[in-house]
């Protein structure tokens, strides 16, 4: 008899164009348990949502060439998947939750923080509310 092995880890995109906050936060998600892919632009980020199905995105604001906000916005087009969006400005958060984000994180951030964020939005997602 022959058993499938069904992934339970929960895949999570981090799209940022600073290559020490995905190394970061790809090295801390994945020790806890998570399925990390990592995009360092918002082009590379739209794709991977089509291509790699993650359970939740985690967006930077700041970025460029294209913005957080813009991504986030042709997310919403095709998408539902959870977004936190993360930012130093704490001003992008009305914008962010009004172009669709479920949360919000501000930078810099505690680790501890982010899991517990990403784990609420996950169970609100689940739960419906």
């Not at 990390?36 to 590379?44: H, L, M, Q």
């Not at 009004?98 to 609100?124: M, Q, V």
């Amino acid at each position: 008899m022959y058993y499938t092995l069904v992934n339970t880890k929960k895949r999570v995109l981090v799209v940022d164009d600073e290559a020490g906050v995905l190394r970061f936060v790809k090295t801390f998600l994945s020790l806890e348990g998570y399925d990390v892919i990592t995009a360092d632009n918002g082009e590379e980020g739209l794709q991977l949502v089509e291509t790699d199905k993650p359970d939740i995105v985690l967006l930077d604001i700041l970025m460029v060439p294209v913005s957080g906000l813009n991504v986030l916005r042709r997310l919403r087009e095709f998408s539902t998947v959870p977004v936190i969006v993360f930012s130093a400005k704490s001003d992008s958060v009305e914008r962010a939750v009004k172009e669709g984000a479920d949360s919000f994180i501000a930078k810099p951030f505690l680790p501890d923080h982010l899991l517990k964020k990403i784990e609420e939005t996950l169970a609100s997602r689940k739960s419906g509310t």
